[in-house]
């Protein structure tokens, strides 16, 4: 038996009688739908937008090649990427890189102070160019601003671990590698042993990297880049540090950090290199001659007029011969407006604040560029967090071994022990820190921090850049030298900033009675 229902409305049911039915506002759902989502829109205005999204895989190689070849090419030439890539250096590295921390701890749990220095000693003097680089070329240091410049340059960086005799006096070192030298459109699909390459690297079936193929590691050869025959270099993965910033789910290979940055950084280029033109040709003000009907030189006559100026001086002209003066006026106050947006938008590309990398401090108060300057440390923290993971840590993991096996020494003669060397594998990275923006203020409350337990004497000690234990042993030792020179108690208090005078015990002296 079949049944009707009566008709509704988005109210209720279809009124009866003489009542006036009630009008629907729903909207049918693919309406509502496309009102969700402006970006969603397929229409003129949006016609070059993608709308199928594409792998990672194919993302690197359609562009990775091009971006990188733009790259180093605005690197060369535009003064606001040679900037950025100064200040990634110079915030992530450092003038003296990423610090060593040697932590190692007895069983009691208090750091072994000889241990730890006898293994900072010998990580800094294989930190030096002659040990650390297979070439004996660039220092510890150099190597990972080296490995900064590379990233944001042309997106990532690859280091080749040498080993044995070749590699210096520690028996370890590290080769640079051109990142190109891998190519990134190099791939074969699924093989027999369920391996495949994807942008020069081999992966097993989980993604876990393999080997790294390159066009050549040898330096004498110039062609690098030229790999016609596939004849490549099979370097295992264990041999090689590749690092950089995975933005996608999958990513193999990395990409310049420059990359959204750089159409507008070579529009702005081209923009300035006319406007410079523009201002020199209106710089040097000039004009034409004309002559009037019937007068001047035939057509076959090679004769010109010329007139020199001269200040306070005019010049007669010849009967018939009229002056027409060309005098452009660009570029005019439009320059500094546009310029200074495409910088902005620049900036946000790059990840630093406008006037840094413009070094444009006009209309600035001390709180605005104060807030810039602490947001974009946090990013810079972030990235020397991401450049101890990729490079630092991996190549202290394979130098502690061996340097342990050749022999680290204490100052008694004694080596440390390769047995113990979970023991000594504790480690903390110092990365650079910054000056106080405003140091009068920022150590009150630093202080005041400490003092309502809030953070320690150590960690505002690591926020300055130093490491706590080196500071409290140079004060112990400053302290001690100062007894030793028979300067008393209550002086050395005052010139550690305590306040003297007391009753004893750290009371306030009592009154005169």
């Known amino acids: 038996m079949f049944g009707f229902l009566k008709p509704t409305t988005a109210h209720g049911p279809e009124p009866t009688g003489g009542e006036k039915p009630r009008t629907s506002r729903m909207l049918p759902m693919g309406r509502i739908m496309a009102r969700m989502f402006q970006a969603g829109k397929q229409d003129r205005l ?28 605005q690197a060369v030439n535009n003064d606001y990427a040679r900037s950025f890539l100064r200040m990634a250096r110079q915030n992530i590295v450092g003038p003296r890189g ?21 293994i900072e ?37 690859m280091f080749i671990k040498i080993f044995g005799p ?18 990134p459109d190099f791939d074969e699909n699924r093989r027999r042993d369920g391996t495949f390459i994807r942008s020069g690297i081999e992966f097993n079936k989980y993604g876990r990297p ?34 950089f910033l995975r933005e996608f789910t999958g990513q193999k290979r990395g990409l310049p950090w420059m990359g959204s940055a750089l159409w507008r950084m ?90 840094n990398l413009a070094n444009d401090l006009e209309g600035v108060n001390f709180s605005s560029i104060r807030q810039g300057a602490l947001d974009e440390r946090e990013a810079w923290k972030e990235l020397q967090e991401w450049l101890i993971e990729s490079l630092i840590e991996p190549v202290f993991m394979e130098w502690l071994p061996r340097a342990l096996l050749w022999g ?14 979970e023991k000594y594998r504790a480690v903390v990275w110092q990365p650079r820190r910054w000056a106080w923006i405003d140091p009068k203020s920022e150590v009150a409350a630093a202080v005041a921090s400490k003092n309502n337990l809030l953070t320690s004497p150590g960690q505002i000690i690591r926020d300055t850049g130093r490491d706590p234990d080196t500071v409290w042993r140079e004060l112990a ?16 208090m005052q010139a550690m900033g305590q306040k003297t005078g007391g009753g004893g015990n750290g009371q306030p002296p009592a009154e005169d009675e």
């Open 166 to 183: 070749a590699a210096g006096p520690f028996g370890f070192a590290l080769q640079a590698m051109d990142p190109q030298r891998c190519p």
């Open 46 to 73: 949006q016609s070059e937008w993608p709308t199928m999204p594409l792998p990672v895989d194919d993302i690197v190689r359609r562009n990775q090649r091009v971006l990188v070849a733009r790259s180093r090419e």
């Open 121 to 157: 000693a010998a990580f800094k003097e294989w930190g030096k160019a002659q040990n650390c680089d297979v070439a004996g070329v660039q220092s510890w240091r150099a190597l990972q601003g080296l490995a900064v410049t590379s990233t944001a340059r042309d997106g990532e960086f």
């Open 408 to 421: 680290i020494e204490l100052p008694n003669g004694a080596a440390l022990r390769p047995e113990r060397i």
């Open 98 to 118: 990423v610090q060593l921390q040697a932590e190692p701890r007895d069983t009691n749990g208090r750091i072994d102070n000889l241990a730890a220095d006898a």
């Open 210 to 243: 393999l080997a790294y193929y390159f066009t050549t590691t040898d330096e004498e050869e110039t062609q690098v880049y030229s790999y016609g025959g596939r004849r490549f270099v099979r370097v295992p993965a264990d041999r090689v540090i590749h690092g």
């Open 266 to 355: 070579n529009q702005l280029k081209g923009f300035e290199d006319a406007a410079l033109v523009n201002a020199r040709v209106a710089a040097a003000k000039g004009g034409f001659f004309e002559w009037q009907e019937g007068y001047g030189p035939d057509l076959d006559e090679d004769e010109e007029l010329l007139m020199e100026a001269e200040a306070g001086a005019f010049q007669e002209l010849p009967a018939g011969v009229r002056f027409k003066e060309w005098n452009p006026q660009y570029p005019q106050g439009e320059y500094a407006a546009y310029v200074k947006a495409m910088l902005r938008g620049i900036a946000a590309g790059l990840g630093v604040a406008y006037n």
């Open 477 to 492: 030792a400053d302290i001690a030298a100062m007894r030793t020179a028979g300067i008393p108690d209550e002086f050395i």
